[in-house]
């Protein structure tokens, strides 16, 4: 569909450059406010493209993450905890087809309570084994770090440059 939402982004860029700036004359939060805008334009056109792709990987790999933690917690008999997980991610559905970024965030959030939920019933039961915890912990540490991975995608020095 023309216009992107990349290209429309731009043309606001453009006409803020073109019809606005050149009428700021020598105010500096008049300047500073222009360029507040214009550097969270450049983030949105970077988030626009890759957003959605994110939030469905990182909706995966945390499905991934919940799996692999119902066979931890599951061998080394801490059932109760097994079954929370699997009960929460299964009220979960999973987006399928061509979803939109307000379905994709919505699955995505709903899978990161999930998670929260977990490392919160790790942190409070201190009678469950250690050996699994430390594998939970583990999984889950690298399930962040692969987030933050994805998510560097989306972070275009916004705030970069002078001020004024």
Do not use: W
């Not at 453009?14 to 500096?28: E, R, Y």
């Not at 993450?65 to 059932?79: N, Q």
């Amino acid at each position: 569909m023309r216009p992107t939402a990349v290209e429309m982004i731009q043309c606001v860029e453009f006409s803020l450059d073109a019809d606005v700036v050149p009428n700021l004359g020598s105010d500096p939060r008049a300047h500073s406010a222009v360029a507040s805008i214009r550097f969270l334009l450049r983030h949105l056109a970077v988030r626009v493209e890759v957003e959605p792709r994110m939030l469905a990987e990182d909706s995966r790999d945390i499905r991934e993450l919940c799996v692999s933690l119902v066979e931890v917690f599951r061998s080394a008999g801490m059932g109760e905890l097994a079954d929370l997980v699997a009960r929460e991610c299964d009220r979960i559905p999973p987006v399928d087809g061509f979803p939109d970024l307000c379905r994709l965030s919505k699955e995505n959030t709903a899978l990161k309570t999930v998670v929260d939920k977990i490392v919160s019933s790790l942190g409070k039961a201190e009678n469950y084994p250690s050996e699994p915890v430390s594998v939970a912990n583990t999984l889950i540490a690298q399930q962040l770090a692969r987030q933050i991975g994805r998510e560097e995608a989306c972070m275009n020095l916004t705030y970069t440059g002078s001020i004024f």
